[in-house]
Structure formats: C-alpha cells, structure tokens
C-alpha cells in the first residue's frame, strides 16, 4: 500500500502540477494533454524518489510509471498514461537500462503503433561502475537519467519535433557519466535483510540504485579519497578533459545529510580544478534516491551551448522548479 499512498499524497501535495490517473499509479502533467507537443514518458520501481514522478511537469515530463519499490511498472499504466499525455506530435520514452524496463516500454512502443502515436526510445546507461562486457544488459541507468529529463523535457517544450528532442536526448546520454557509493544498504519492504550487508568502518564502491552490491568493499575513507577513486572513473571513461564544462550533479542516496553532500562536491570542485574542467552548473541534493542507503553518486554531464540553454530553460515539476 505504500506507493499509493505516496502518489496520493503526491497528487494532494501538488495538485495544479500533477494528477495520477484513477485505477493506476502513473503520474501525469496535470494539464495534460499538451496538443503539439512531444509528449516525455519515463517510469520504474519505487524507492528513487523524487524520481519519477517528482519530475512531471512544465519543462520536464508529461508522464511518470510507479511501479512497485525496485520493480518496473505493469504494461497496462504504460499505456493509460501514453493515452492521456498524447498531444499529437509522438512520444519519446526515457528508459533506464535495466531489462524489466527495456522489456516494458517496448511492449508500450507496440501499443503506441496500434494507436498510430509515433515513438522514439532513449535508453540512459550512465554508471560506470559496470563494465559493458559483464553482461548483456551493460552499464546500469542511475542519477544521469535526470539529465535526460531535464533538457530533452525542455526541447519538447520549445516545440521541438521527436526527432530532434530524441536528438538531444541521444547528445545528453552520451556526454553523461556517474558512479555512486554506500556507506549502509538499503532495506527493501517486505524483506528481512538486504541485498547487501556491510561491516562496522566498510563502505561499498560501485552501488546500484536498487540495493545491488558494488564493484569493491574497503574500509571507509576521507571523502577526498572517495571522490578521487569515484571521479577516476568517470573522468576517464568519456573521457573528460582540459578545457570541458561540466554540470556536476552530487546525488544523496536516501539518507546522506546535506552537510555531507557539499563537502562531497567540494571535493569534487577541487578534482576538476585540477584537471583543468570546468564546472558550469550543478546540482547538491537528492534526486534518485534508494530508499535509505546513505551513500552518494556522482554525475558528470559534458555541456555544450545547446544543453546549457536547455538546462536553464524554465520547468515546474513537485521536485523541481526553475525559472518560472
């Protein structure tokens, strides 16, 4: 019962940016539909919140799914929601890279065909921490995604058509890079014990947002050996270089305070510094979350003059509000 009473607390906290269609738990832009307008879908398990659906609204999405915590939404709330938030201009899906989400919006893409709605699909895989031969899934989608949601949300509400706002979503994912960390795991409800256990003074390098273990365990550090390990690989994995600008997103993992997260990004402003990258915009806080992990991500995205018009564009969303 959780998720909807989250969503109905949602809807009655926000009530002129959202609403959550009656007999599902997807979350759509309360004015919806928006005749002209490429319409942006995304979804996933609870437990990230404010991801998804704290991002519905003016300049970023149209709809949100809420599946249960960590499992992907049912096929049906896909595409109730499509239906309602179809201005006429098509639909760009925004899917994080894991397979219960691949496989839904795919059978979502084959209903919008039989309702003649025009689909493009955009799939984020922005960790690092997986190497792309370790499976055939590959690099998990995390906290980069908000990237997508933000400046492809913004290129539908310039009017752009679907192939260019899928242009600009194809851009953002392939310049964004994140990796996170856990000093706790998480505890899933309905489950004795989680995916994960650390020890006393152990921290875990290379989380995923739903509980998953990392790439390596070792004792805790000071945080600026944490950000130098983190930001070694991202930095590299583009790579990033002298001269680049960078909006730089320090992610809370559910119960890091903020105190903490500042100093992370301190940190990761010193790093950059260093390396001669320039940190044009970001962002401290929580935005995709698991549940009560304390730990943190760290997300790079590599800006140019198109992105960062885009990223300042105006958007008023229950987790987000800029400019308006």
């Known amino acids: 019962m959780a998720v909807p009473q989250m969503l109905s607390?949602?809807?009655?906290?926000?009530?002129?940016?959202?609403?959550?269609?009656?007999?599902?738990?997807?979350v759509v832009?309360?004015?919806?539909?928006?005749?002209?307008?490429?319409?942006?879908?995304?979804?996933?398990?609870?437990?990230?919140?404010?991801?998804?659906?704290?991002?519905?609204?003016?300049?970023?999405?149209?709809?949100?799914?809420?599946?249960?915590?960590?499992?992907?939404?049912?096929?049906?709330?896909?595409?109730?929601?499509?239906?309602?938030?179809?201005?006429?201009?098509?639909?760009?899906?925004?899917?994080?890279?894991?397979?219960?989400?691949?496989?839904?919006?795919?059978?979502?893409?084959?209903?919008?065909?039989?309702?003649?709605?025009?689909?493009?699909?955009?799939?984020?895989?922005?960790?690092?921490?997986?190497?792309?031969r370790e499976g055939t899934t590959g690099r998990r989608g995390v906290a980069g995604t908000v990237f997508v949601h933000k400046i492809a949300g913004a290129a539908a509400d310039k009017g752009l058509p679907l192939d260019e706002v899928f242009r600009v979503a194809q851009k953002v994912v392939s310049n964004t890079r994140s990796m996170g960390m856990a000093l706790t795991p998480c505890l899933v409800p309905g489950r004795d014990k989680p995916n994960f256990e650390l020890g006393e003074g152990d921290m875990e390098i290379g989380i995923g947002i739903h509980g998953e273990p990392g790439v390596r365990r070792e004792p805790v550090k000071p945080a600026a050996e944490i950000v130098s390990e983190i930001m070694d690989r991202i930095v590299n994995d583009l790579p990033y270089v002298s001269g680049d600008e960078v909006v730089v997103m320090v992610n809370g993992m559910g119960a890091t305070p903020l105190m903490e997260l500042y100093v992370v990004f301190g940190e990761v402003g010193k790093y950059l510094a260093e390396k001669g990258i320039s940190i044009v915009r970001s962002m401290v806080g929580e935005y995709m979350t698991s549940l009560e992990m304390a730990g943190f991500s760290i997300s790079l995205l590599k800006a140019d003059g198109e992105l960062l018009e885009l990223f300042d564009s105006p958007c008023h969303t229950p987790a987000w509000r800029q400019g308006c």
Do not use: W
Not at 9 to 26: F, R, Y
Not at 41 to 60: I, R
Not at 79 to 98: H, P, S, W
């Open 9 to 26: 607390g949602m809807e009655k906290a926000h009530p002129k940016l959202i609403s959550v269609l009656p007999g599902t738990q997807a």
């Open 29 to 132: 832009r309360a004015d919806a539909p928006v005749k002209g307008k490429v319409a942006l879908l995304t979804g996933g398990g609870s437990g990230h919140e404010p991801a998804h659906g704290g991002f519905v609204g003016k300049g970023m999405l149209d709809g949100a799914l809420a599946g249960a915590v960590f499992c992907s939404p049912p096929l049906d709330d896909a595409v109730a929601a499509l239906e309602r938030i179809d201005g006429g201009a098509g639909a760009l899906f925004v899917i994080k890279n894991y397979t219960g989400d691949i496989l839904l919006f795919d059978m979502a893409e084959e209903e919008a065909e039989e309702r003649g709605i025009p689909v493009r699909k955009i799939v984020v895989a922005d960790d690092v921490a997986v190497d792309v």
